[in-house]
């Protein structure tokens, strides 16, 4: 029995934000894929027009670093959306001890984000929920971006606490401090913090409250002067916290280069107007970014 006449319905690969995904063979194609179910839940009039319309701007939305959306349908009152199969995702990546990420991995994984957040930005589309396991990998290595747009066109459900936990911290300081407009630079600040937490294998920025988020960020990275951040007065829930200082960039990542850490400190702009965009990153000086030495000791232990 085919799924909308056309897929074969295989195992569940897991339970996501908005509903349960399965895999799938595309009859059509012959080709694997993942189909998110979306409950549409109190909508029960369907999805809105909005939404459509939004979707149908994902699936104009192709590009080698974006995960493609093939196909959305309605089926039993569900939205299922249709995507090509992943084989795995950063974040397993990063935990996984046995897999080693010399820099030009590192490198590799992050241009790959950027690439495909640029895509988006330049069409407008903010990703809103950039972390390490919505960044899912090929058979190939290929790195794709997942879930785009998704947050704006289903809203961001809180009621699953552990989604809501894990996205806090890449969250933007103008986010935790209840900014109601904000723009392509929140994608900018989360991508900072998985190139962080590829660097150090371990998330940079963990808070476990929204409070606690901004500490962790101002014990790290200082407290935001009136002179960085002008505006940062006037977010709706601005607090005022501590002075801390920064502490040096070569503390907080001890195995990347100095170009690496430049531009990490130019995605961790306090004032959102100020900090680059992720053309600018893209473009970011780097013949020799990274910490040759240390991957030539990594790799030749003999020598
Ligand atoms: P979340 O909302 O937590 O980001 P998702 O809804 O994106 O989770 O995904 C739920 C599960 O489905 C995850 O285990 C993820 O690895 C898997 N998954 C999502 N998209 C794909 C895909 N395109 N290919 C393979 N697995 C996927």
Known sequence: KKVADRYLKREILGEGTYGVVYKAIDTKTGKTVAIKKIRLGRQKEGVNFTALREIKLLKELKDPNIIELIHAFPHKGNLHLVFEFMETDLEAVIRDPNIFLSPGDIKSYFQMTLKGLAVCHKKWVLHRDMKPNNLLIGSNGQLKLADFGLARIFG??????????????????????GAKQYGASVDVWAAGCIFAELLNRRPFLQGDSDIDQLGKIFQKLGTPTPLQWPDL????????????????WRKLCPTASDDALDLLSKMFTYDPRARISVQQ?????????FKLEIYIIISFPAL
């Open 156 to 177: 961001s459900p809180g009621r699953k606490f552990t989604h809501q936990v894990f996205a806090r911290w890449y969250r933007a300081p103008e986010l935790l401090f």
């Open 233 to 248: 007065e006037w977010l709706p829930d601005f607090v005022e916290y501590s002075s801390q200082i920064i502490q040096p």
């Open 281 to 289: 990153a893209l473009e970011h000086r780097s013949p020799k970014s």
